[in-house]
Structures are given as structure tokens and as C-alpha cells.
């Protein structure tokens, strides 16, 4: 997509946001005993009734032109001997303190992952997408939205990033491809979906907040509930 058309499609965030498409979200396929008995199966799972997620998270989620003119964007894959090794996720972690939340965290995190540079790239702040209860992390996650002027420098950190991948934003329209797979994490059998790309498959939290830019960008009116 023409960067300018991104880029006036975002000048004014919709209120509330749009959820972005529904088959992003992770479904429950099987329940445990110690799972609360009011949550069926085969039910989408954010927001299920357990304890809400309380550590602050923060992810830049960076449009940025490439030479032709195209809206792309940054995400990282995480090296193999790291835990959750092989995900691919926007640039982000942990608040520290100090940190002025959630803008603060996400720009210092990608400083320390990319070696981004707000001035080099000319980066505006737009807002941010709807938090996330990433309950199997234990995380509240922020995805701060940003633009930038022109194609930012990058550098990876190689204790933290294996390769830096800089998709369309058109690959996440509501229009775009999904895939889905089913897993078993702590006796809980889940059902989800996520975007293909480079053999890659990007699902979760980061998936979910892909979803919900491409809505706002294409201009979907689907409400969140």
C-alpha cells in the first residue's frame, strides 16, 4: 500500500477501535479440571475468566516507507536458545522503571533490539492499539502505533534478534491469508491462527495486534465485543 494513503487512514484512530479479523483469535479446544467451569470450549480465550496479566509490556508497532513507496513494517524473530525462540514479534519488552509507559518502554526496547533511532527515522508517536492480556506470559501488552519519514537504520542485537523481517502492511489486510494449527501448553489444547510469511508463522498477541492495524488501515467498521 501507497505510504501517503497509509498514512491518511491513520491520521485519525477510529473510537473504538476495530477488533481486526476473528480468525486471529486463539480458540479452546479442551478444558482442564482447574480451568474456570464457566468458560466453554471452543471459544475464543482472551479474556477468559482467570486472574488478569499485571507485568507492563510495551511493542512498537513501526510503519515506515521502503524505497518504491510502500507502507512496510519491523518484526523480529527471536533466536532459537532464547525462550519462545523462533517467534516473531514487534520490537518491545518489560517496562523498567523510570520508563515513561507504554511510549517510553517501547522506543528504549527497540533501541536495544534494532538499534532504532527516533531522529534518524523521524518517528511520530500516532497512539496505540488495544492492550493485550498475554496470560500465558503474564503480560499486559501495550502496541505503541508509530510512523516514520523515511527507512530506518537497523541494526539487530544478536543476544536478542536473529533476523529482522520488514513486511508489507498490506500482507495483514482482512483480506490476507491465515493459517491454523493446534497446540497443548500446560494441559490446555488451543486452537489457533496466524499470518504465513517467509516459512514463518506469526501468531499470538502479535498476530492479533497485526489484525487489528490491518482493520483500521482497510477501514473495518467490526466492532471489538
Not at 523480529?76 to 517467534?87: N, S
Given at each position: 500500500m501507497d505510504h501517503g494513503d497509509v498514512l491518511r487512514r491513520l491520521s485519525i484512530l477510529p473510537d473504538p477501535l476495530p477488533h481486526g479479523t476473528r480468525a486471529i483469535d486463539p480458540i479452546l479446544m479442551g478444558r482442564p479440571a482447574d480451568l474456570a467451569a464457566d468458560q466453554p470450549a471452543d471459544q475464543p480465550i482472551w479474556g477468559r475468566s482467570a486472574p488478569m496479566s499485571t507485568r507492563r509490556t510495551a511493542a512498537l508497532v513501526l510503519l515506515f516507507p521502503d524505497a518504491a513507496g510502500e507502507t512496510r513494517?519491523?518484526?523480529?524473530?527471536?533466536?532459537?536458545?532464547?525462550?519462545?525462540?523462533?517467534?516473531?514479534?514487534?520490537?518491545?519488552?518489560?517496562?523498567?522503571?523510570?520508563?515513561?509507559?507504554?511510549v517510553g518502554t517501547a522506543l528504549r526496547e527497540a533501541w536495544e533490539e534494532v538499534a532504532l533511532d527516533p531522529d534518524q527515522a523521524g518517528i511520530r508517536v500516532l497512539g496505540h492499539l488495544d492492550v493485550v492480556d498475554v496470560r500465558v506470559s503474564g503480560f499486559l501488552l501495550t502496541p505503541v502505533l508509530a510512523v516514520a519519514d523515511r527507512l530506518p537504520s537497523l541494526v539487530a542485537a544478536s543476544s536478542e534478534v536473529a533476523t529482522i523481517l520488514l513486511p508489507r502492511v498490506a500482507?495483514?489486510?482482512?483480506?490476507?491469508?491465515?493459517?491454523?494449527?493446534?497446540?497443548?501448553?500446560?494441559?490446555?489444547?488451543?486452537?489457533?491462527?496466524?499470518?504465513?510469511?517467509?516459512?514463518?508463522?506469526?501468531w499470538g498477541a502479535t498476530a492479533r495486534a497485526l489484525a487489528q492495524l490491518g482493520a483500521i488501515i482497510s477501514g473495518d467498521e467490526q466492532p471489538r465485543s
Open positions: 513494517l519491523v518484526l523480529t524473530e527471536r533466536p532459537a536458545g532464547l525462550r519462545h525462540g523462533g517467534q516473531v514479534s514487534f520490537p518491545g519488552g518489560e517496562e523498567d522503571p523510570g520508563d515513561e509507559f507504554p500482507r495483514f489486510l482482512p483480506d490476507a491469508l491465515v493459517t491454523s494449527a493446534e497446540m497443548e501448553r500446560d494441559g490446555v489444547r488451543i486452537r489457533y491462527a496466524g499470518y504465513p510469511y517467509g516459512g514463518r508463522h506469526i
